[in-house]
């Protein structure tokens, strides 16, 4: 709340629009869900780990898909995998984000060509909001996807009708 | 309807009333699964009557691209199978291709990718005690292991330019040379890293819900284990004195001072899950006083003056194994005189160490499965491929 | 031992069921109906003690045969032993040796899968890595990707 800090001392108020607040609200909480896939999941560990520190930005692990945002696919998403992400992600609750971390799941990373059981791209399954690059991205990149995301948040509006984004 | 216990028992066993097996599906997305496995339990009450593996959520058909790819471009898949233990995943297929070939390395070459080597189990074996931390109960050890383990990831990188897949060791030599002062980070690193070990020890090894949790739990016999195939800590965690690196020595080994450890069974049974998890930290020690072995006799040279100009081993196969943080990692190579391979199979440690998991579950509750499953310490990109 | 003398001592045990030796590798060539009694003699055996399976990996020799080659050590020797045994890519069936290493069992469900040979008397032989209604053997050198799979599209 950095603009706001010690700057009105006795009970002001302040005017905003409801989606200001609301959207505020939510960037800063942006519930991932605790799922990785692969090498990537790795560096999605070390960005929450002490170094990176993701938590500083409101996020916070939570098993269960229904309690979740936001679902990071970190990593290579195989045709065996393909339909349990499909499946995961439906059961996350509206509305909901997925960000692609890694080549793989951008576009099949370096099993594009003779991958024989790797899906080209999570996209292909599940609609994706932030596509992260690098093999494995680095974990101040993914706080960079993080960013972007949040930037899209920011401009959504959960009260107008059809405001084109799913 | 009965209304104690002993009724209970006594009107199942004559069966008046009927019970019935439940089948309850953990993973492929389980926070305590590490990765995308599934195992379908089949449970009596909370007791495990029997597990059934589904693997194969991350098969990346490692094999299919060894064939179709030139002898040093299958190096970055490589990596991409134990994602955690990269470096030493290199020097298996590279010893393997060396051996095909008659390539002797420099010394240098020896020295860096053994140093290489080492870092990387320490840093594995962290993952692994955190991880194992955590699905116990234990977040805090988690953090301090990630933090140190940046530390080694920082060396890699100022080496080589990556942080997990690195692609570092080539047929022949490495990538690169190690950085300015690479003796001096390393040095400094193991003096930073040896009090961590004990840190460790007072927060997680020797902590009472942590021996309560894990001791007596998951045991292996040592006959079951040889008969399974298990390797690596999960062997030795067992009582069973047995490591590559001193008994099928590879590399430059055999030039140092260092033990094998094996678990004794300190807070239970030998082969439970605490023993597997001690043999690990206890090696992290041992892999210290390696490194430190191998900085003092470090050798000037230079390491691209072995790799060859042209691979294409001569028409034969050879099967090369290397003690990797998790076991035996054996790569099974089919030369036919062309510049690709005409077969690669690796033989994943994790993949033959999860084989026990349903010999090890039976008869525990479910809680426990998580800790069997940590211990074991799989890393799903190899146990796949 | 070496694979010489292994192979001589077998050969004495087993005269009638035709065991070759392969000198360029070295390796002991054995029939598909006999892997089993082999596999038992060698890991029961007081001078041979093979009790650990190192690997066990199916190959597509691309001449129509299919190999499936079983490398072995000896805990309490350490020694090491090579076995092959070949058979016709049209009639891929050999026994298994599942019960004799337990480790096997996930081997065998491996080359199965991704090369195709039928191990006689698996408990449990199932794919393993690709899904259960895969169709096809991918490691097979004649191998075409499939154009979808349950709707999804497979090549790039
Ligand atoms: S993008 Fe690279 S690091 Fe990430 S999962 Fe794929 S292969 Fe692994």
């Known amino acids: ?155 959504f509006s959960l009260v107008k009708k059809n405001n084109g984004t799913a | 309807m009965s209304e104690t216990l002993e009724a209970l028992q006594e009107d199942i066993a004559a069966g008046r009333l009927q019970t019935d097996e439940l089948v309850l599906n953990m993973g492929p997305q389980h926070p305590s699964t590490h990765g995308v496995l599934r195992l379908e339990l089949v449970l009596d009450g909370e007791a495990v009557v029997k597990v059934i593996p589904h693997l194969g959520y991350l098969h990346r058909c490692f094999e299919k691209h060894a064939e179709a790819m030139t002898y040093p471009q299958v190096i970055p898949y490589t990596d991409r199978m134990d994602y955690l233990a990269a470096m030493n995943n290199n020097h298996g297929y590279a010893l393997a291709v060396e051996r095909l070939m008659g390539i002797e390395v420099p010394e240098r070459v020896e020295y860096i990718r053994i140093i290489m080597a080492e870092l990387q189990r320490i840093a594995s074996h962290l993952v692994a005690i955190g991880t194992f931390g955590m699905d116990i109960g234990a977040f805090t050890p ?110 430059i080994y055999d030039r140092f001072d260092w033990e094998v450890c094996v678990g004794k069974g300190d807070a239970g049974t030998v082969g ?51 003690e990797n943080p998790r076991g035996e990692l054996g790569y099974y190579v089919i030369s036919d005189g062309s510049q690709n391979p005409f077969r690669v199979k690796a033989r994943g440690p994790s993949f033959v160490n999860l084989s026990v998991i349903d010999e090890i579950s039976r008869g525990h509750l479910i809680a426990d499965i998580v800790a069997i499953l940590g211990s074991v310490d799989i890393v799903l990109g190899e146990v796949d491929r | 031992m070496e694979h010489k003398e292994i192979f001589d001592h077998l050969t004495a045990l087993f005269p009638e069921t035709g065991l070759e030796f392969d000198e360029d590798v070295p390796c002991i060539v054995v029939p598909p109906a006999a892997i089993r009694d082999v596999s038992l003699q060698v890991r029961d055996d007081e001078m041979l003690q093979f009790d650990f399976l190192m690997c066990l990996s199916g190959v597509d020799n691309a001449d129509g045969t299919l190999g499936v080659v079983y490398h072995l050590h000896s805990v309490p020797l350490g020694h090491k032993l090579t076995l092959k045994v070949i058979v016709p890519a049209d009639n891929p069936h050999l026994q298994s040796v599942e019960r004799v290493w337990r480790t096997a069992d996930w081997h065998e469900r491996e080359a199965y899968d991704l090369v195709g040979m039928v191990f006689d008397g698996h408990r449990d032989l199932r794919r393993i890595l690709n899904p259960y209604d895969w169709e096809g053997h991918p490691l097979r050198k004649d191998y075409e990707v499939p154009e979808f799979y349950n709707g999804m599209k497979v090549p790039y």
């Open chain 2, 272 to 322: 439970d899950c605490w023993d597997r998890h001690m043999v690990r930290v206890w090696e992290m020690e041992q892999s210290c006083n390696i490194i430190e072995q191998a900085l003092e006799s470090f050798p000037e040279g230079d390491i691209t003056e072995a790799i060859p100009k042209r691979i294409r081993p001569p028409k034969g196969e050879i099967y090369t194994r290397v």
């Open chain 2, 142 to 251: 988690f953090l301090y292991c990630f933090r140190d383990r940046e530390y080694i990831l920082d060396i890699f990188e100022r080496t080589c330019g990556a942080r997990l897949l690195y692609n570092y060791m080539w047929v022949g030599g490495l990538s690169h040379d190690v950085h300015d002062g690479f003796e001096k980070d390393v040095a400094e690193f193991i003096r930073k890293f040896r009090p961590t070990i004990k840190e460790v020890n007072d927060l997680l090894n020797y902590n009472k819900i942590f021996i309560e949790r894990t001791a007596n739990v998951g045991v292996l016999p040592p006959d079951v284990a040889i008969s399974y195939g298990c390797s690596g800590p999960m062997l030795r965690g067992s009582g069973v004195d047995f490591d590559l690196r001193r008994d099928d020595p590879y590399s």
């Open chain 1, 1 to 155: 709340m950095g603009l706001l800090d010690k700057q009105f001392d006795d009970g002001n108020i302040v005017l905003t629009s409801v989606e200001g607040v609301l959207n505020w609200a939510r960037l800063c909480s942006l519930w991932q869900m605790s799922f990785g896939l692969a090498c990537c999941a790795i560096e999605m560990m070390a960005a929450s780990a002490s170094h990176n520190d993701i938590m500083r930005f409101g996020v916070l692990p939570r098993p269960s898909p229904r309690q979740c945002d936001v679902m990071i696919v970190a990593g290579t998403v195989t045709l065996k995998m393909a339909t349990r992400v499909k499946r995961l992600y439906e059961q996350m609750a509206e509305p909901r984000y997925v960000v692609s971390m890694g080549s793989c799941s951008n576009c099949g990373g370096p099993y594009w060509e003779h991958g024989y059981h790797v899906l080209k791209g999570v996209d292909r399954v599940v609609p994706v909001d932030v596509y992260v690059p690098g093999c494995p991205p680095r974990p101040e990149a993914l706080l960079e996807g993080w960013m972007r995301l949040q930037e899209k948040v920011r401009d």
